[in-house]
């Protein structure tokens, strides 16, 4: 650990007890119809020298620290509270819930009485089955392979919905996700660069997107930033996604107001519709 690591350490404890970490929100849309679904949580630091730092100047220090167990613990107090506020807002016309994706570490996940915190977290916020999502990456699956089944299936008991974070690093063990209780897969953003100009890319993309669907599992795009990809994901029957396309992240108070009356994007679907009559 550098000298400037060692210093982070310090002003990272401080800033958890001093409220000074920032959670933003980035809408998930709906790419058939454009409707936003709910929203991914993303942590900031706002440093009081170094401004606002993102995760992965940070989160290193954090894990070597043994800070990432209250660093994950405290974002997911946050996030339960603001996914509790979104009761309020006008329901989906179609009824859907609402989610907010969080992403949680491999040393947060695997602490013994983790589910146990977690079931306690959505019995006090009162949130609805399967609207808090945590999204898993594939260190925390593989640290504990053998034991990934029992482990997440208590987390699924404590009411929340799972994703994995970047799939394509799992496209070998594909398999292997019709026995998990996975809900969602996000796709990684090295396959959507390359998607609608590179035919190998879409080959791939749509074999994944396959194989997702025929395990009942949602496909959610990560990082789309230009309408060609937007439009090819949707041809390829990718089912959500986020990025720069629909809206970079927002605070707390912009993210319900997506949520209550915006719409993602303009899908091909709909740039076709005045032509289809």
Wanted: charged share 20%; glycine share 8%; aromatic share 6%.
């Amino acid at each position: 650990m550098s000298v400037a690591d060692l210093d982070l350490v310090p002003e990272l404890t401080r800033a958890l007890a001093d409220d000074a970490l920032v959670v933003h929100y980035q809408p998930v849309v709906d790419l058939a119809d454009g409707a936003v679904l709910g929203m991914e949580a993303l942590v900031r630091w706002q440093h009081p020298r170094r401004g606002l730092l993102w995760p992965a100047e940070f989160s290193p220090v954090a894990d070597r620290a043994g800070l990432l167990p209250l660093l994950g613990g405290e974002v997911l107090r946050r996030c339960a509270a603001e996914l509790s506020s979104w009761r309020t807002l006008t329901p989906p016309v179609d009824g859907t819930p609402r989610q907010l994706l969080v992403r949680v570490f491999a040393a947060q996940v695997l602490s013994v009485d983790f589910a146990e915190r977690l079931a306690a977290l959505v019995a006090d916020h009162g949130l609805a089955p399967d609207t808090l999502v945590l999204e898993l990456t594939a260190d925390v699956l593989a640290t504990g392979s053998r034991h990934a089944p029992a482990l997440l299936a208590e987390l699924r008991a404590a009411g929340v919905a799972l994703a994995i974070d970047e799939f394509a690093g799992w496209y070998g063990s594909l398999a292997t996700v019709g026995d998990l209780p996975i809900a969602t897969v996000k796709l990684d953003r090295a396959f959507v660069r390359g998607v609608g100009s590179e035919m190998d890319d879409d080959a791939v993309v749509a074999a994944m997107v396959a194989l997702a669907h025929a395990r009942g599992v949602c496909v959610l795009a990560d990082g789309v930033e230009s309408w060609t990809e937007g439009a090819r994901l949707c041809e390829l029957g990718c089912d959500r996604a986020t990025g720069y396309l629909f809206s970079g992240p927002q605070d707390a108070d912009d993210a319900r107001l997506m949520l209550a009356h915006g719409a993602g994007w303009d899908t091909p679907v709909r740039q076709r519709a005045p032509d289809a009559g």
